[in-house]
C-alpha cells in the first residue's frame, strides 16, 4: 500500500507539472493558455488531476478540527455595492473567518434573471475552523446584517455570500452543496474562483479543488469552456477597479498620469512647482493635454535623494492639494499621492487624493498598507529594493532573472498588502523603472511586461490580472541610450519606451509631458484593437 501511495503521488505530481508548468506538448493545455487562452480549449480535457477528495460524513466524523480552506462568492447588485462588499469583509473577518487572498472584482450583466442591474462579483479564500453548516449560518446572518430579505430567486439583492469550496470536502446535504453545483455554468463565478488559484500546480489543495470540478482540466478547462479571457471586457463580464465613485475598465483604454512635482530636487523639474500658483498651472496643463490622473509628489525619489520627514513632506503637499481639488478642470479626473509615509497618504486622502502610488510597496514604512485598508482607494505597490539612497547599489542591481525576481518580489508585496487588508480588487502593480535597476534592466522589463504576468500567474493567476503602470518618463537610460543629458530633451525617448510597454501590457503610464503621452496611449489603443483608420 505504502508502495502504491508512493507511486500515485509520483504520478500526480508529474502529471501537475505537466498541466500547469507549460512543459507539454505544443498542443497541449498549458500556463500560456491561463494568462491568453486558445479560443476553444477541449485539449485539456485529457489531463486528469488525480486526488480523492473527502465525503462530508468523513468531514462530520473529523469535527473540522483544523483549520479548513475555503472559497466563498460574493455577488451584489443593489445600493452601494463596492462599500457592501467592503462590509461583508469586515464580518466575515470577525466571524471566524481569516482572508488570505481576494479576487479580482468584476462587474458582470444579470443572469436567469436579466431585467435588473449589473452585478459586481468577486470571490475571496481564506480559513475557518467553523464546521461547513455553522458557516453557512454565518454568512446568512452577514447576507441579513447588510439588508438582504428573501426575494425572487436570481433576483436583485444587496449581497450574496456562497461556498464554493469547503477543504477537500464534497458536501450534499437539505441545505448545502459544495461545491456549489452551478460553477460550470457561471463566468461570473469561475473568473474570480481562477483568480484565487496558481498555475504552478504545487498546491495541494488546490489539486483537490480542481479535482472537485467533475471536469478532468479542472476549472481551468471550465472557465475556458465558457470563454475564458477572451470574454472580460465584453458587456458580459469586465475587470474594474473601483476608484472615486467610479468603476473603472482600466482594460478599455490606457490611461494617462501626469506627474507633478512639488519638488526642489527632482530630477528632471525639481523647484518648478513648489509655489502654488505654478503648481495650480501645471496641473491644468496635464489635464488639458489629455492626463486621467494627476500624480502629486512631495518627496524626491530619485537615487541619492535626501529624505523629508512626514512632517516635511506634508507641508509641502497639503497647501496645493487643497487648491488643486478646487479647480473645475479636475471634474472627472483622478488625484494620487506619491508618498511611501503612512501619514502623508492618510492626509492626502482626507483632502481629497482617490489613490496612493507607494514608492516602496510598503517597504519603507509597513504602516502604510493598514493606512490604505482602512482607507479603502487603490494602492499602488512599485518594485524597488533597499530606499532611494541605497537602490542602485551593486547588490540590489544584481539579477539572474529580472522579468522573474521582480515578479516573485512583487507578488510578495501583493501578499503582504492582501494580509494587511487591501483586497487585490484595489492594487496597481509597477515594476519600478529606474528603481534599483540598470539600463540594460529597464528596457527587459518594459519588453518583458507579458513576462512578469506569466510568472505571476504561477503564484496566482488574479495577481497576474492587476493594472501595470509603466513609469519611464525621462529617465536616466533614455538619456544614456539617446544621448541626453537634459531630462526635458528625453520626451520623444519616452514616447519610445510608453510605446513598447503599452504594447506589452500596460494599463497606466505616467508621464511628465501628458499631450505625448496621450498621443502615445491613443495610437497604441489603435493598434491593440486592431482599428483601421481611413486616410
Known amino acids: 500500500m505504502l508502495l502504491y501511495a508512493k507511486e500515485s503521488l509520483k504520478k500526480m505530481y508529474l502529471v501537475a507539472k505537466n498541466y500547469f508548468g507549460g512543459l507539454l506538448q505544443p498542443h497541449s493545455f498549458s500556463v500560456s493558455d491561463l494568462v491568453n487562452p486558445p479560443r476553444s480549449s477541449n485539449i485539456a480535457s485529457r489531463y486528469a488531476i ?25 455577488g451584489s447588485n443593489v445600493g452601494d455595492r463596492v462599500n457592501t462588499f467592503d462590509r461583508a469583509l469586515q464580518l466575515m473577518k470577525s466571524s471566524g473567518l481569516s482572508i488570505t487572498r481576494h479576487a479580482n472584482l468584476y462587474e458582470t450583466a444579470p443572469a436567469y434573471v436579466t431585467n435588473q442591474s449589473h452585478f459586481l462579483n468577486s470571490a475571496i479564500r481564506g480559513t475557518t475552523r467553523l464546521h461547513p453548516h455553522d458557516l453557512l449560518k454565518k454568512l446568512k446572518d452577514i447576507e441579513k446584517d447588510i439588508g438582504r430579505t428573501s426575494g425572487v430567486r436570481y433576483g436583485p439583492r444587496p449581497i450574496d455570500l456562497d461556498i464554493l469550496l469547503y477543504g477537500n470536502s464534497k458536501i450534499n446535504s437539505e441545505t448545502l452543496i459544495v461545491p456549489h453545483e452551478r460553477i460550470h455554468e457561471r463566468p461570473f463565478v469561475l473568473a474570480p474562483l481562477v483568480d484565487l488559484l496558481g498555475a504552478s500546480g504545487e498546491d495541494g489543495i488546490e489539486t483537490s479543488w480542481h479535482s472537485l470540478s467533475k471536469c478532468s482540466g479542472g476549472f481551468f478547462e471550465l472557465w475556458n469552456k465558457l470563454g475564458g479571457e477572451s470574454i472580460i471586457g465584453t458587456e458580459t463580464i469586465k475587470r474594474v477597479l473601483p476608484v472615486g465613485n467610479r468603476l473603472l ?44 490622473i494627476i500624480d502629486i509628489g512631495a518627496q524626491s525619489t530619485r537615487p541619492f535623494a535626501k529624505r523629508l520627514s512626514p512632517n516635511e513632506e506634508l507641508e509641502r503637499l497639503v497647501p496645493i492639494l487643497d487648491e488643486i481639488t478646487k479647480i473645475p478642470e479636475m471634474e472627472g479626473k483622478l488625484l494620487s499621492v506619491d508618498t511611501f509615509y503612512a501619514e502623508v497618504a ?12 507607494d514608492v516602496s510597496g510598503g517597504l519603507l514604512d509597513p504602516k502604510i498598507l493598514k493606512v490604505a485598508a482602512e482607507l479603502r482607494v487603490p494602492y499602488v505597490a512599485i518594485h524597488m529594493r533597499g530606499d532611494p539612497s541605497t537602490m542602485q547599489s551593486e547588490q540590489n542591481l544584481h539579477y539572474d532573472d529580472v522579468c522573474k525576481e521582480v515578479a516573485s518580489e512583487l507578488y510578495g508585496q501583493v501578499r503582504e498588502a492582501e ?26 522589463v518594459i519588453m518583458g511586461l507579458e513576462s512578469i504576468r506569466r510568472e505571476m500567474s504561477k503564484m496566482s493567476i488574479g495577481a497576474s490580472h492587476v493594472p501595470i503602470l509603466l513609469g519611464p518618463s525621462r529617465k536616466r537610460f533614455l538619456g ?47 493598434l491593440r484593437k486592431g482599428r483601421r483608420w481611413e486616410d
Not at 346 to 357: D, L
Open 50 to 74: 488525480p486526488f480523492k477528495a473527502r465525503s462530508f460524513t468523513q468531514c462530520s466524523l473529523e469535527g473540522c478540527s483544523a483549520d479548513q480552506e475555503i472559497v466563498i462568492a460574493m
Open 480 to 526: 544614456e541610450i539617446c544621448n541626453r543629458a537634459n531630462p526635458v530633451e528625453r520626451d520623444a525617448a519616452t514616447v519610445a519606451a510608453v510605446t513598447a510597454g503599452i504594447l506589452n501590457g500596460a494599463n497606466i503610464v505616467r508621464v511628465h509631458n501628458a499631450g505625448y503621452g496621450a498621443d502615445a496611449a491613443k495610437v497604441c489603443d489603435a
Open 419 to 444: 494580509l494587511s487588508g487591501i483586497p487585490l480588487w484595489r492594487i496597481v502593480l509597477d515594476p519600478g523603472i529606474g528603481f534599483s535597476k540598470k539600463s540594460k534592466h529597464n528596457l527587459e
Open 346 to 357: 492618510c492626509e492626502a486622502v482626507k483632502s481629497g487624493v482617490h489613490m496612493i502610488n
Open 249 to 292: 475598465d482600466w482594460c478599455e483604454r490606457t490611461l494617462v498620469m501626469g506627474v507633478l512635482n512639488l519638488t526642489p530636487d527632482s530630477f528632471s523639474d525639481g523647484g518648478k512647482f513648489q509655489q502654488v500658483e505654478a503648481a495650480i498651472s501645471q496641473a491644468k496643463l496635464l489635464i488639458s493635454e489629455g492626463a486621467d
